[in-house]
C-alpha cells in the first residue's frame, strides 16, 4: 500500500501510470495519484518501484509514512 505521489511537484506526465502492475495510478484533477489499496510496492513484480524509477521529478513518487506499517515499531 504504501507509495504516494506529492501532487504539487506532479507535472501530470503519465509516465508512471502505464508502468505501475497493479494499476493503481490513475489521475485526477490534472494530476496523478496511487491508491494505497492496490500498491504493493512492486513486490513481486520489479526489484524497484516503477513509478520511482519512471518519474522524471526527483522524490515526488515517495512511501507514504502515514501508513501504519511504516511506524516506528518500538
Ligand atoms: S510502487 Fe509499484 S505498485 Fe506501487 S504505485 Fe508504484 S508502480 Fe504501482
Ligand atoms: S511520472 Fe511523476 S510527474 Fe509523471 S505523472 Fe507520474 S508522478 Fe507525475
Keep these: ?3 504516494k505521489i506529492i501532487s504539487s511537484q506532479c507535472t501530470g ?5 502505464m508502468e ?4 493503481a495510478i490513475s489521475e ?3 494530476t496523478f495519484a496511487i491508491d494505497a ?3 504493493t510496492e512492486c513486490i513481486g513484480h520489479f526489484d524497484e518501484p516503477q513509478c520511482v524509477a519512471a518519474c522524471p521529478v526527483d522524490n515526488t513518487c515517495v512511501i507514504d509514512t502515514s501508513l501504519a ?4 515499531s518500538a
Design 28 to 30: 485526477k484533477n490534472g
Design 20 to 23: 505501475c502492475p497493479n494499476a
Design 37 to 39: 489499496k492496490k500498491c
Design 13 to 17: 506526465c503519465s509516465a508512471c501510470e
Design 1 to 3: 500500500m504504501p507509495f
Design 69 to 72: 506499517r511504516y511506524k516506528a
